[in-house]
């Protein structure tokens, strides 16, 4: 229906979910600059998904770098459906991501090493704990991809460097449970 509208208006629709800009975007930019700016000394790294384009970009680029990266799927509990788990949470709170589509397209040849759910409680701790102790202020995705990082350095990935992405700022999340 969108892209009949799209196409009756004449109108520009970025479509994040389809258009291969998305991905393309990442692994000509964001992976190298992981890359460049860690002096090539990532041992992994996780994404909170919602397109995958974020996650199919830099994984490609960073795995064609050093195959030895691992690159781990991030995903609200309840609604894991990269990781093949049935939806029985739709409504997480996690928002800008975690939307229960399994036919995620940038996915179908992204390197995947691993799959780790975050709760909607460590979502929010972990957004508040980087607000407050590291002035990042983050959203809902970017603590999710925190506390995944952060449990993988207290797990196999111990003494590693996780590269992560803050994707989203907190300022459109201030009416939300986020910040209050």
């Known amino acids: 229906a969108a892209r009949v509208v799209t196409a009756e208006r004449g109108a520009y629709r970025a479509d994040q979910f389809h258009r291969d800009g998305n991905w393309l975007a990442h692994y000509h930019g964001t992976g190298p600059e992981i890359w460049d700016a860690s002096h090539g000394a990532v041992d992994a790294f996780v994404d909170f998904i919602g397109s995958g384009g974020t996650y ?3 994984s490609k ?3 064609e770098r050093n195959p030895l990266i691992k690159c781990f799927i991030v995903e609200p509990e309840g609604a894991a459906t990269a990781a093949g788990e049935t939806v029985i949470q739709p409504e997480h709170p996690i928002q800008g991501g ?3 589509m399994p036919d995620l397209a940038f996915l179908t040849n992204a390197p995947v090493d691993g799959y780790l759910q975050v709760s909607g409680d460590e979502a929010r701790e972990t957004t508040r704990l980087l607000a407050r102790s590291e002035g990042i202020f983050g959203g809902f995705s970017s603590g999710a991809n925190v506390a995944a990082a952060l449990r993988l350095l207290k797990g196999d990935q111990s003494g590693k460097t996780i590269a992560v ?11 939300t449970d986020l910040w209050s």
Request: charge should be positive; proline fraction near 0%; hydrophobic fraction near 45%.
């Open 98 to 100: 975690g939307y229960a």
């Open 56 to 58: 199919a970009g830099v």
């Open 61 to 63: 680029a960073l795995k």
């Open 165 to 175: 992405v803050v994707c989203d700022s907190g300022l459109k999340y201030l009416s």
